[in-house]
């Protein structure tokens, strides 16, 4: 006889794995001719939806979980998402809860957009201040 703690957790693994591959992942990058401070420049896109991705929520952590910057669509949805982000200014649509706090040369930073999809993209700066991607 099979245990049901067992069962449960075999039941929760491919709820999972369900929930994770029908939900298509934000793609997140950084603009090649954008990659400086004080700004720089990030694309998202959504391969849902080919006319705008649809994100609700955007934040900027530095790697000991630090709050750089944070805005959130008002009112909430996803109307105001737009394809590209610029750090620190807020786009339409989007009210600033936190930050923008200064980048700084030598950090490590992950962007983060969420809605029903969500996407990442982790960032360094160097000491020249130019943002390259980097694997979390």
């Known amino acids: 006889m099979r245990s049901p703690r067992l069962a449960n957790l075999g039941w929760a693994w491919v709820l999972l794995l369900l929930l994770t591959a029908c939900r298509p992942v934000l793609q997140v990058s950084l603009v090649a001719s954008a990659r400086h401070l004080p700004a720089p420049r990030f694309t998202v896109e959504d391969p849902e939806h080919v006319d705008r991705p649809r994100y609700t929520t955007v934040q900027v952590l530095d790697r000991a979980g630090e709050m750089y910057w944070q805005l959130r669509a008002e009112p909430y949805g996803d109307l105001a998402s737009v394809a590209s982000l610029t750090y620190g200014e807020a786009p339409p649509g989007f009210t600033v809860l936190d930050g923008p706090r200064a980048l700084q040369p030598g950090g ?10 969500r996407g990442t993209l982790h960032f360094d700066v160097d000491m020249e201040g130019h943002a390259t991607e980097v694997s979390p």
Request: aromatic share 20%.
């Open 108 to 117: 490590r930073y992950a962007l983060y957009v969420v809605g029903k999809n």
